[in-house]
């Protein structure tokens, strides 16, 4: 299932442009209390303004088979 389908379908060709004023990326570490964000204004821009949280946290260990 295409997650963005009905906004492309919407925005058509400006769906990149809408996206990329709505989506921001924010590294942190989902295991630490507040995303382990230490800056406080940052931290609380991004819990004022959030609509919607969609993480993308996974593990990788390159050194097993």
């Known amino acids: 299932m295409?997650?963005?389908?009905?906004?492309?379908?919407?925005?058509?060709?400006?769906?990149?442009s809408?996206?990329?004023?709505?989506?921001?990326?924010?590294?942190?570490?989902?295991?630490?209390?507040?995303?382990?964000i230490k800056?406080?204004?940052l931290k609380n821009e991004i819990f004022e303004e959030i609509d919607h949280l969609v993480h993308f946290a996974g593990s990788t260990k390159h050194d097993e088979r």
């Open 2 to 16: 295409d997650l963005f389908r009905i906004l492309r379908d919407k925005w058509g060709e400006n769906f990149s």
């Open 18 to 36: 809408f996206i990329s004023k709505k989506v921001v990326a924010i590294a942190g570490d989902v295991a630490s209390e507040d995303l382990g």
């Open 39 to 41: 800056d406080e204004k």
